[in-house]
């Protein structure tokens, strides 16, 4: 099994950066991929960024492409989202998620095993 507890989300202004942190438990977590999605209130669940359990793979929405890096330390049990150059329409509570299968591209969120419970971001035009 794997617990996944994200953090770092906050309220930073329009064109800042913030960094998000998903620290995960459990045997598997090294052999997982991992993704970020996103949820605006109102709206479904979208996807962010994915990284392969190697971090060798990585993809991204069209939307962050450029802006936002995952990345994932395995010694420290941990997956990072670095957001860069922030806008407003990126405001939205923050999950990360986890799998056993292997992550090919852009995935929906019914493909993820594993959630935290989501951090929120605030972007201030």
């Known amino acids: 099994q794997v617990e996944l507890v994200e953090s770092g989300g906050g309220l930073v202004q329009a064109g800042g950066s913030l960094r998000l942190s998903c620290a995960a438990s459990?045997?598997?977590?090294?052999?997982?991929?991992m993704a970020w999605f996103r949820q605006c209130p109102g709206k479904e669940r979208e996807f962010v960024a994915a990284?392969?359990?190697?971090?060798?793979?990585?993809y991204y929405a069209d939307s962050v492409k450029g802006r936002f890096t995952i990345s994932r330390d395995n010694a420290k049990n941990t997956v990072y989202l670095q957001m860069n150059s922030l806008k407003p329409e990126d405001t939205a509570v923050y999950y990360c998620?986890?799998?056993?299968?292997?992550?090919?591209?852009?995935?929906?969120?019914?493909?993820?095993?594993?959630w935290g419970k989501g951090t929120l971001v605030t972007v201030s035009s």
């Open positions: 998620a986890a799998t056993r299968a292997i992550i090919t591209g852009p995935i929906m969120d019914a493909g993820m095993e594993f």
């Open positions: 990284i392969s359990w190697s971090g060798a793979s990585t």
């Open positions: 459990g045997r598997t977590f090294t052999r997982s991929d």
